[in-house]
């Protein structure tokens, strides 16, 4: 059984790093074909696409966060992690880490997934406020 789940600090301070994991079990997270996602939905608004580490490693960046993003993975601990540099009470929201149901075949044909369906295993998401 194929699970994801969040983990990170609640709180975070404005102007610092927001960081958090997500610990896959039941699948491997390094075959090339998987695409494992962070997605945030703040709070009365809808599902942002944040960006997205293959299984062998690539990452894709949302332009307008792609500048304070880094994607990462550790593939001893099977874990994916996100960090978020410089945060406001903008980024105030329920985090998600997501894998893209869809195989990855390549950059040259990959676009992010933006529909719920088009995700196969969501983990529980992760509240994360930026407040002093």
């Known amino acids: 059984q194929v699970q994801l789940q969040e983990s990170g600090p609640g709180l975070v301070n404005p102007s610092q790093t927001l960081s958090l994991t997500c610990t896959v079990s039941g699948v491997s997270i390094t075959p090339s074909y998987y695409a494992w996602t962070w997605m945030r939905q703040p709070p009365g608004k809808g599902l942002e696409w944040m960006g997205v580490i293959t299984g062998d490693g690539i990452t894709v960046y949302n332009a307008s966060l792609e500048s304070r993003t880094s994607i990462s993975r550790d593939t001893s601990k099977n874990q994916i992690s996100l960090h978020l540099r410089s945060v406001t009470p903008e980024d105030t929201a329920v985090y998600y880490c997501?894998?893209?149901?869809?195989?990855?075949?390549?950059?040259?044909?990959?676009?992010?997934?933006?529909?719920?369906?088009?995700?196969?295993?969501w983990g529980q998401g992760t509240q994360v406020t930026v407040s002093s």
């Open positions: 997501v894998r893209d149901g869809r195989a990855f075949l390549g950059l040259k044909y990959y676009t992010p997934a933006t529909r719920p369906d088009e995700f196969d295993y």
